[in-house]
């Protein structure tokens, strides 16, 4: 929550180089997927009138399964940034977007030392 203004002004920044913000909203709970979904979409609405990005609602936990878990992140927020390949290129802090995006966009990101050491120390956290 307190990155949605922060993920805001990237959106806006990087819109026109491609770049899309989604969050994913995969926590919420409620009797039912639907009271869950009208509630989130009230809250952003009540506290974030002007969201420039997209958020997806998973009320299945096919987040967790698939994204989180296998990448060995178990914080939340965690960002991934998928390149224009299609590979996820960074997984890790909201907060480091600032300096890894621009390096994804100019293609700099995949073969530097700085995203295998992030890649590295990800992996290191999460292994038993």
């Known amino acids: 929550v307190d990155g949605m203004p922060h993920l805001m002004q990237l959106q806006e920044k990087y819109r026109e180089s491609g770049v899309e913000i989604v969050g994913v ?5 409620a009797p039912t997927a639907d009271e869950a979904r009208s509630t989130l979409d009230a809250w952003l609405t009540e506290k974030f009138p002007n969201l420039n990005y997209r958020i997806a609602f998973d009320s299945t936990g096919e987040m967790d399964k698939l994204w989180m878990e296998p990448s060995f992140s178990f914080w939340i927020p965690t960002s991934f940034v998928v390149d224009r390949d299609g590979c996820i290129a960074f997984i890790g802090e909201p907060t480091e977007l600032d ?3 621009p390096k994804v966009l100019n293609g700099s990101w995949r073969t530097s030392d700085q995203a295998k050491s992030a890649d590295a120390e990800r992996i290191a956290e999460g292994e038993p």
């Open 99 to 101: 300096e890894v995006l």
């Open 25 to 29: 909203a995969a926590s919420e709970r």
